[in-house]
């Protein structure tokens, strides 16, 4: 479906920004949605958000809402996500998904049918 490559990660203080990115090599990207997916040491896949093909629609985790933002530039085939305010319990490594199917929209792991290899992100306190 796609090969994805996240890039943007790196070690950063509490309270600083990051701008993860996610480029995308494929048919079709403008009709897919794009998840962000986080895992930290030792804890489950966490959702963060999703956007849908046109970025009309987007939809965030409680927990990040207010602090980080999805975007895309479907020209790019490019998803970014920006992190602001963050904090050292958003460190984790940071994945981009695509959904399993064009149109579709859905924030469960199992509605992504391609993943990238992740990057890491710390935030030191």
């Known amino acids: 479906q796609f090969q994805l490559v996240e890039s943007g990660g790196r070690l950063v203080q509490a309270g600083g920004s990051l701008r993860l990115s996610c480029v995308a090599s494929?048919?079709?990207?403008?009709?897919?949605?794009m998840g962000w997916f986080r895992q930290a040491p030792g804890k489950e896949l966490f959702f963060v958000g999703t956007i849908s093909w046109t970025g009309a629609n987007i939809y965030y985790a409680n927990s990040v809402k207010g602090r980080f933002t999805i975007s895309r530039d479907n020209a790019k085939s490019t998803v970014y996500l920006q992190m602001n305010t963050l904090k050292p319990e958003d460190t984790a490594v940071y994945y981009c998904?695509?959904?399993?199917?064009?149109?579709?929209?859905?924030?469960?792991?199992?509605?992504?049918?391609?993943w990238g290899q992740g990057t890491q992100v710390s935030v030191s306190s």
């Open positions: 494929g048919r079709a990207f403008n009709t897919y949605s």
């Open positions: 998904a695509a959904n399993k199917a064009p149109y579709g929209f859905g924030g469960d792991a199992s509605d992504f049918g391609s």
